[in-house]
RNA sequence: UACCCGGUGGUGUAAUGGCAACACUUCUGAUUUUGGUUCAGACAUUCAAGGUUCGAGUCCUUGCCGGGUAACCA
């Protein structure tokens, strides 16, 4: 009998997939995504909810949400709200289990006294400068705090003086008792509770001390009783002190396992740098499409079953890699291609009158909305005596290669006729206003009886019926592969796209795009997916969002050509 | 300089001591009323050197290269 098919599994889950099968936790699996609520979620956060949503189903467990919201100088309300919302957008459901970090001030705060008592704590008066003096170096071992051996009694007392707000901010910290001789730095008497007389988005004046993330975060995981708790690469020099506070409170010990974060090409996910881009308005907001944001994906048209399946295919490793932007985008084309319908949109008009149409006379086309999908149906175009198309898609002096209308060839309109351009009308500058035409009525459909072939089919739209757009185009945001490797003496931001956000008016959409509504997708054939864009949109200036172009073999046929 | 973690095609991953596999990109060709889609094909001596073994991408040793770490950030 031969095996079953292997599955392959990430060494996360091959780790809990071993957890379970050796009954560890009772079998029971249990992981929590962890936001701090100080910006908006990118795409690097959607690996990492994939992930631990996924495991969550993939094992039958759970997966909690809970903000991090142990630093309220930087923490907001608006964050926690949108963060929710991209979550859901995503795919995932935390049920009930919506918790806080905060939640657990008070619960934080008995467990620290526990540790004083034990005389694993102690509160230092020493500043802020003089403990990272004392905390000496990597070849140089740390010197202990003048502060380090005062009683319980008097580590207790001050303690609750601090919560009791009798001390200003940063005058006094708790401290874990552990080693400042250790080759680890965060072992090194690292702080579990800073003085900070600042109100918390949640918990108001309540409190004036705050957990650091090292002393709140795994003692939440543990409140939570969360199995396995997986964060990133930079958190693995923390984890003997993760163990260290679960060991000493003698407390449900999940493990700790570290991942490498995404890094995609040509953007960046610094959560720093967003910040910046949104607050110095180089971009439109936190969803401008050409954020790396789960909003801006959204705005911009990406669907939640592409980034999923983009999140699945990369894969979960400790490596640091640079992911190329190509695999999303192919993503993305791969679900717009099943699930979008077709329409014809014309980016860059150039006006077509066919000579020998009847003036103002019009017909119906018949076009196929998906031939992805059968049960899309079919719609109808109208045609008549003008229209316009792209312009690109005419060439006076074409080479052999280009497939589309140049004087005296023929191509077909899309779902109409056979065409032939006779001639060409300029103004002054020499620019092309309108292209002369002529169509051949035997060819309706696009095929001709006489069995002759043209080389080129492009896309159409009636000038009579067009509907007026704005279309914005976009590129990378930033012009380097890596934006993170900056070149000395150079300011990251002077590595933005000037061209990342191309904006064209006056498109001309065939009139069955009239009914399109904020968020709606569709494939402009020839061109790319666009959706309409959920801010700007009106039915009056309709405002569409290229989402991704489509592949164009032809634009390389030319670059290799000049 | 100390500690921790990594290194498999251009890119991302798989191979759990037994024929280096998959996807993306790129390139060729076929099909096509979207230069889209689809289909077929091409693209690696697994960082290096030793060792263990009948057999090593996988285990061991050393070296090289890359990343992280010295907030009262997360």
Same mark, same amino acid.
């Given at each position: 009998?031969?095996?079953?098919?292997?599955?392959?599994?990430?060494?996360?889950?091959?780790?809990?997939?071993? =957890?379970?099968?050796?009954?560890?936790?009772? +079998?029971?699996?249990?992981?929590?995504?962890?936001?701090?609520?100080?910006?908006?979620?990118?795409? +690097?956060?959607?690996?990492?909810?994939?992930?631990?949503?996924?495991?969550?189903?993939?094992?039958?467990?759970?997966?909690?949400?809970?903000?991090?919201?142990?630093?309220?100088?930087?923490?907001?309300?608006?964050?926690?709200?949108?963060?929710?919302?991209?979550?859901?957008?995503?795919?995932?459901?935390?049920?009930?289990?919506?918790?806080?970090?905060?939640?657990?001030?008070?619960?934080?705060?008995?467990?620290?006294?526990?540790?004083?008592?034990? +005389?694993?704590?102690?509160?230092?008066?020493?500043?802020?400068?003089?403990?990272?003096?004392?905390?000496?170096?990597?070849?140089?071992?740390?010197?202990?705090?003048?502060?380090?051996? @005062?009683?319980?009694?008097?580590?207790?007392?001050? /303690?609750?003086? &601090?919560?009791?707000?009798? /001390?200003?901010?940063?005058?006094?910290?708790?401290?874990?008792?552990?080693?400042?001789?250790?080759?680890? &730095?965060?072992? @090194?008497?690292?702080?579990?509770?800073?003085?900070?007389?600042?109100?918390?988005?949640?918990? +108001?004046?309540?409190?004036?001390?705050?957990?650091?993330?090292?002393?709140?975060?795994?003692?939440?995981?543990?409140?939570?009783?969360?199995?396995?708790?997986?964060?990133?690469?930079?958190?693995?020099?923390?984890?003997?002190?993760?163990?260290?506070?679960?060991? &000493?409170?003698?407390?449900?010990?999940?493990?700790?396992?570290?991942?490498?974060?995404? #890094?995609?090409?040509?953007?960046?996910?610094?959560?720093?740098?967003?910040?910046?881009?949104?607050?110095?308005?180089?971009?439109?907001?936190?969803?401008?499409? @050409?954020?790396?944001?789960?909003?801006?994906?959204?705005?911009?048209? $990406?669907?939640?079953?592409?980034?999923?399946?983009?999140?699945?295919?990369?894969?979960?490793?400790?490596?640091?890699?640079?992911?190329?932007?190509?695999?999303?985008?192919?993503?993305?084309?791969?679900?717009?291609?099943?699930?979008?319908?077709?329409? &014809?949109?014309?980016?860059?008009?150039? *006006?077509?009158?066919?000579?020998?149409?009847?003036?103002?006379?019009?017909?119906? @086309?018949?076009?196929?909305?998906?031939?992805? =999908?059968?049960?899309?149906?079919?719609?109808? #175009?109208?045609?008549?005596?003008?229209?316009?198309?792209?312009?690109?898609? /005419?060439?006076?002096?074409?080479?052999?290669? /280009?497939?589309?209308?140049? $004087?005296?060839?023929?191509?077909?309109?899309?779902?109409?006729?056979?065409? %032939?351009?006779?001639? #060409? #009308?300029?103004?002054?500058?020499?620019?092309?206003?309108?292209?002369?035409?002529?169509?051949?009525?035997?060819?309706?459909?696009? *095929?001709?009886?006489?069995?002759?072939?043209?080389?080129?089919?492009?896309?159409?739209?009636? !000038?009579?019926?067009?509907?007026?757009?704005?279309?914005?185009?976009?590129?990378?945001?930033?012009?380097?592969?890596?934006?993170?490797?900056?070149?000395?003496?150079?300011?990251?931001?002077?590595?933005?796209?000037?061209?990342?956000? %191309?904006?064209?008016?006056?498109?001309?959409?065939?009139?069955?795009?009239?009914?399109?509504?904020?968020?709606?997708?569709?494939?402009?054939?020839?061109?790319?997916?666009?959706?309409?864009?959920?801010? =700007?949109?009106?039915? =009056?200036?309709?405002?569409?969002?290229?989402?991704? !172009?489509?592949?164009?073999?032809?634009?390389? $046929?030319?670059?290799?050509?000049?």
């Amino acid at each position: 009998m031969n095996g079953p098919e292997t599955e392959s599994l990430d060494f996360v889950r091959q780790i809990v997939a071993d =957890d379970q099968s050796n009954g560890k936790n009772e +079998g029971r699996v249990h992981t929590r995504f962890p936001p701090e609520p100080n910006g908006y979620l990118h795409i +690097g956060h959607a690996k990492s909810i994939c992930l631990n949503f996924g495991i969550a189903e993939r094992f039958g467990g759970l997966c909690n949400l809970r903000f991090d919201d142990t630093n309220p100088e930087k923490e907001e309300t608006e964050y926690v709200e949108a963060i929710q919302e991209d979550i859901r957008w995503l795919g995932f459901d935390w049920q009930d289990r919506l918790f806080f970090a905060s939640d657990y001030f008070e619960q934080l705060y008995l467990w620290a006294l526990e540790l004083i008592r034990q +005389g694993k704590a102690y509160v230092c008066d020493q500043t802020a400068e003089e403990v990272r003096e004392y905390r000496g170096g990597w070849n140089q071992p740390g010197r202990e705090s003048p502060f380090r051996d @005062r009683t319980v009694e008097e580590n207790l007392d001050l /303690f609750q003086r &601090m919560k009791a707000g009798e /001390f200003a901010d940063g005058e006094k910290t708790l401290r874990a008792k552990i080693d400042m001789n250790s080759a680890n &730095m965060n072992l @090194r008497d690292p702080a579990m509770y800073r003085i900070r007389h600042v109100a918390h988005h949640r918990t +108001g004046d309540a409190w004036c001390i705050y957990p650091t993330y090292d002393w709140a975060h795994g003692e939440s995981d543990s409140i939570e009783n969360i199995t396995h708790s997986i964060c990133t690469l930079e958190f693995e020099n923390h984890r003997p002190l993760y163990d260290w506070y679960l060991e &000493m409170l003698g407390a449900h010990h999940p493990q700790q396992i570290e991942f490498a974060k995404l #890094v995609l090409s040509y953007t960046v996910t610094s959560k720093r740098k967003l910040l910046e881009l949104v607050k110095g308005e180089y971009v439109d907001g936190w969803d401008d499409p @050409r954020m790396p944001t789960l909003s801006g994906f959204r705005r911009r048209g $990406v669907t939640p079953e592409s980034i999923r399946n983009f999140c699945n295919a990369i894969g979960v490793t400790k490596f640091n890699s640079l992911t190329d932007l190509a695999l999303l985008e192919r993503s993305i084309r791969e679900h717009l291609n099943q699930i979008t319908p077709r329409v &014809m949109g014309v980016l860059d008009p150039v *006006k077509v009158v066919i000579e020998n149409y009847p003036e103002g006379e019009f017909e119906m @086309r018949d076009a196929i909305n998906n031939p992805e =999908d059968e049960s899309a149906g079919t719609r109808q #175009v109208p045609f008549g005596r003008e229209l316009y198309i792209e312009r690109s898609d /005419f060439m006076e002096d074409a080479p052999r290669k /280009f497939f589309r209308l140049t $004087v005296g060839r023929e191509v077909r309109l899309r779902y109409a006729y056979f065409l %032939k351009c006779e001639s #060409v #009308v300029k103004d002054e500058q020499g620019e092309i206003v309108e292209l002369r035409c002529t169509y051949d009525p035997e060819t309706a459909g696009g *095929k001709a009886p006489d069995g002759r072939k043209v080389k080129g089919t492009i896309h159409w739209v009636s !000038a009579a019926h067009a509907v007026d757009a704005e279309i914005r185009l976009y590129e990378h945001l930033f012009t380097q592969e890596n934006p993170a490797d900056v070149p000395e003496g150079m300011d990251w931001k002077e590595l933005l796209n000037p061209d990342s956000l %191309k904006v064209l008016t006056g498109c001309k959409l065939e009139p069955s795009l009239a009914e399109a509504r904020p968020g709606d997708r569709f494939q402009f054939e020839r061109n790319g997916y666009f959706c309409v864009d959920s801010k =700007d949109s009106t039915a =009056d200036q309709p405002v569409f969002n290229r989402t991704v !172009a489509l592949k164009d073999t032809w634009s390389k $046929v030319q670059k290799k050509q000049s």
